[in-house]
């Protein structure tokens, strides 16, 4: 599910991927999926309020920045419609928190094709640079896809325990992306040196041309008018 696109490279070493970029999602896979084996259908109802709040907030925050706009930014976006959609939206979802788990396996299997498609560009982009056992994402690629068709195409497959069945690929896709990071990090060091901006021959300094002040000059010529006198 991880989107290896949203990791971040280092601006000491733009061959190396910072860890912080891959701590976050992993760490909400991992205690979402223990959640969801451990509390099943209570830890969608209390995702499902703590999505409402968000939803709200920021349906306000849209409108209170609509509002405080200029006439022109009020007219070139669309932060009001924006706002009533998304508090709309969060109240729902409070008043109905059993929606959530109609549209988890659909939510979930879009993720897991969005990421399985950005696993399927990465694999190809190791092969184009030469990178032995490519293929390796490829096969993860299409673990993503085989799952994520399924959980769009065929949910009953997840059973009647489709909370716990869900919790359990959370997990194990967040060791799917510690691979992925594990590969990709492995690439951009193995080709650091075309990763790394060139470094250009820095041009002599020039010297510096002495400009004449209007003082001095002004003087200068003050003095010379006399001896041209004579």
Known sequence: ???????????????????????????????????????????????????????????????????RAPAIRKITESRLAIGMILILAGALLAFNPGILKDLLPFVWGISLLFGGFLKIQYAFDQLTLKVRRWWIMLILAVFSLLIGTLALARPAFLGNSQEIVIGIFLIVEAVLDVIVFILINNALKKHGDSIRPAETPQTPATAAVPVPDESSAADSAAAAGPEEGK
């Open 1 to 67: 599910m991880f989107s290896p696109s949203f990791l971040k490279r280092s601006e000491k070493d733009p061959s190396r991927i910072r860890v912080s970029s891959l701590l976050i999602p992993i760490f909400f896979y991992i205690v979402f999926g223990i959640l969801l084996i451990m509390l099943k259908a209570q830890t969608l109802s209390i995702a499902a309020y703590v999505l409402a709040v968000l939803m709200t907030a920021a349906g306000v925050y849209e409108i209170v920045s609509y509002t």
